[in-house]
């Protein structure tokens, strides 16, 4: 289990407001983080409130140099990042999901599936979902609630060019219908010219202790004939193929991952780097702090309209993580392109 220090989330800089990254830390135990969730402020979450409740309004806004609020697909507010670096992101509230990230050569490396919509009816079915208090299956909906709420904006900066924004969750009727306690979750999203960060803070602002699982659910662009993703190797495996409620126990054996046909795998304790050849020409490095397990998933025929052009890759934890009152988890994300 990794903590936040009590510094975290506290920096204020001019109008923007910023979580500090340097001082986290990643023992063995959670410790109290007193107060945690009070202490970031900013414009940028007055203005993303205002939006969210009235989306067919979205008036576009400037936040820290390099960010912009605009108006997106069905009318919902929409985040662009732009690093003068040649790198863009972009980002829906609703969710929380980063549904773009395209580098200096003008790919996309993100995928959204076709069948996507915009109308807060369904999860955006593509990007970066959250799944966030449960990964799943489990007692409630697949992949808990997190990509269904509307999240706003904590803060923003900019730090040597690139852009940083973070985006915040607060429990709310909706979730505590389903998962009855109050928990604060910052998601802080910086790019560089050839990286995509995120840094996911949960926090217990509840009177009783919670547990949770969660995972960054990644749709990359991709050709899956030709996809294959490295550094799994030795990792106990719960295969999901046939039995999503009764996985198989295994160890993969392979060196290189390929995709021939459904997968829908777990790995456990994988570790803190992978390979991810996209078939298209990209090797992509994924590294993670926190992230203790990894799925792989592609659909095949399940989805005969698009499985050819995405893989799921998502950074997990699948085992419930436990928090006391006031202890925060924390779990980062660095995507990287040669
Ligand atoms: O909710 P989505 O985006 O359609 O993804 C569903 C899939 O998500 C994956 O993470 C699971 O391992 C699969 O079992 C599941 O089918």
Redesign the pocket.
């Known amino acids: 289990m990794v903590v936040a220090a009590p510094c975290v989330g506290a920096g204020v800089s001019g109008s923007s407001t910023f979580t500090t990254s340097h001082c986290l830390l990643w023992p063995q135990q959670a410790r109290r983080h007193p107060r945690a969730s009070r202490s970031v402020r900013s414009r940028g979450g007055v203005a993303a409130a205002a939006m969210s409740s009235n989306p067919g309004a979205v008036a576009t806004t400037s936040l820290a140099e390099g960010i912009r609020v605009v108006e997106g697909n069905g009318g919902l507010p929409l985040v662009k990042l732009a690093s003068p670096h040649g790198s863009e992101a972009e980002i829906y509230l609703f969710g929380g999901c980063i549904t773009s990230w395209t580098v200096p050569n003008g790919k996309d490396l993100l995928f959204v ?1 076709p069948d996507a919509v915009f109308d807060k009816k369904k ?1 955006i ?2 990007g970066i ?1 959250h ?1 966030f208090p449960q ?3 489990g007692p409630m909906q ?2 808990g609630f997190a990509r269904n709420m509307d999240w706003s904006i904590a803060g923003s900066e900019n730090v040597e060019g690139d852009p940083v924004v973070t985006l915040e969750l607060k429990d709310s009727s909706y979730s505590r219908a389903m998962w009855d306690f109050s928990f604060h979750a910052l998601y802080k999203v910086t790019i560089n010219a050839k990286s995509l960060s995120t840094v996911l803070t949960i926090t217990n602002t509840d009177n009783k202790p919670f547990a949770f699982s969660s ?1 960054l ?1 990644t ?1 990359f662009r991709a050709s899956i004939k030709d996809v294959s993703v490295k550094g799994l190797k030795g990792r106990k495996t719960l295969n ?1 193929d046939p039995d ?1 409620s009764n996985p198989s126990v295994g160890v993969e054996d392979r060196d290189m991952i390929t995709f021939p046909g459904f997968v ?3 790995y456990l304790d994988a570790p803190s780097e992978l390979h991810l050849d996209n078939g298209l020409n990209d090797s992509i490095t994924i590294q993670n702090k926190g992230w203790s397990d990894v ?1 792989l ?1 592609n ?1 095949y025929l ?1 989805m005969e309209h698009c499985y050819r052009d995405f893989v ?1 890759v ?1 950074n ?1 934890k699948i085992a419930e993580v436990q928090l006391e009152p006031e202890q925060s988890w924390i779990a980062e994300q660095h995507i990287s392109v040669n």
């Open positions: 599936r999860p079915s593509g979902p799944c990964f799943g299956p697949q992949h995972a659910h749709y999901k999503p829908d795998c777990v799925v998933w659909p399940q799921c998502e997990a």
